[in-house]
């Protein structure tokens, strides 16, 4: 059984920055596509990052390129998405996911999830 488990959300003015963790049981660590989601108020889940297997190989939503960055360290089970120049925008929930199968930005193809980390900046 694969579990995520994020960490590192918080409330924050604008221009701030932030680092999310997520923690992946299990030891397929480094057989996992890694993404990073996130769910605006009102919004549906977005894309936000994703993250090969390798770790080498990065791909970030337009919306953050210049503010967002994710990596992994396959030797911890960790991956992990630093926000930067935070903006009102960002509030979200964020999500890391995983799965065995397809390096992608859709939320369909990502089975397991964690449970998110909450996300606020403020003016």
């Known amino acids: 059984q694969v579990r995520l488990v994020e960490f590192g959300g918080g409330s924050v003015q604008a221009g701030a920055s932030l680092r999310l963790s997520c923690i992946v049981s299990?030891?397929?660590?480094?057989?996992?596509?890694l993404a990073w989601f996130r769910q605006r108020p009102g919004k549906g889940r977005e894309f936000v990052a994703r993250?090969?297997?390798?770790?080498?190989?990065?791909s970030t939503a337009d919306a953050v390129k210049d503010r967002f960055s994710a990596f992994r360290d396959n030797a911890k089970n960790e991956v992990h998405l630093d926000l930067n120049s935070l903006k009102p925008e960002d509030t979200a929930v964020y999500y890391c996911?995983?799965?065995?199968?397809?390096?992608?930005?859709?939320?369909?193809?990502?089975?397991?999830w964690g449970q998110g980390t909450q996300v606020i900046v403020s003016t």
């Open positions: 993250i090969s297997r390798g770790g080498v190989a990065t």
């Open positions: 299990g030891d397929k660590f480094s057989s996992y596509y």
């Open positions: 996911a995983a799965n065995l199968r397809v390096d992608s930005d859709s939320v369909l193809d990502y089975d397991y």
